[in-house]
Nanobody
Framework: QVQLVESGGGLVQTGGSLRLSCAAS????????MGWFRQAPGKEREFVAT????????YYADSVKGRFTISKDNAKNTVYLQMNSLQPEDTAVYYC????????????????????WGKGTPVTVSS
């Protein structure tokens, strides 16, 4: 079993920045991916960004491209999400997720392709 622990959420004004962190309880996942999803009140959970553990390939939702950057630190088993130019529509609970199997393309960021989930960290962007 793998535990994922998120941190870094909070309250920020429109246009501000936050950096989320997700620490995994064990070493990097075998050819898999790790990343972020979010769920706003009354909405379904949606993909935000993921990164493959070995090659470092990144995937972003169209809504966050150019504003959010995902990165990883293999030595710390940690993935980060730098969020800039935050907007009220970015308000949500952000969940870290990991896939512990090889992936390529869509599978690397599909919600049902993830094997482990964190408990989430809330992000609120005030207008």
């Amino acid at each position: 079993q793998v535990q994922l622990v998120e941190s870094g959420g909070g309250l920020v004004q429109t246009g501000g920045s936050l950096r989320l962190s997700c620490a995994a309880s064990r070493r990097s996942f075998r050819g898999g991916a790790m990343g972020w999803f979010r769920q706003a009140p009354g909405k379904e959970r949606e993909f935000v960004a993921t990164i493959t553990w070995s090659a470092g390939n990144t995937y972003y939702a169209d809504s966050v491209k150019g504003r959010f950057t995902i990165s990883k630190d293999n030595a710390k088993n940690t993935v980060y999400l730098q969020m800039n130019s935050l907007q009220p529509e970015d308000t949500a609970v952000y969940y870290c997720a990991a896939r512990d199997r090889y992936c390529s393309g869509y599978v690397c960021y599909a919600i049902d392709g993830m094997d482990y989930w964190g408990k989430g960290t809330p992000v609120t962007v005030s207008s």
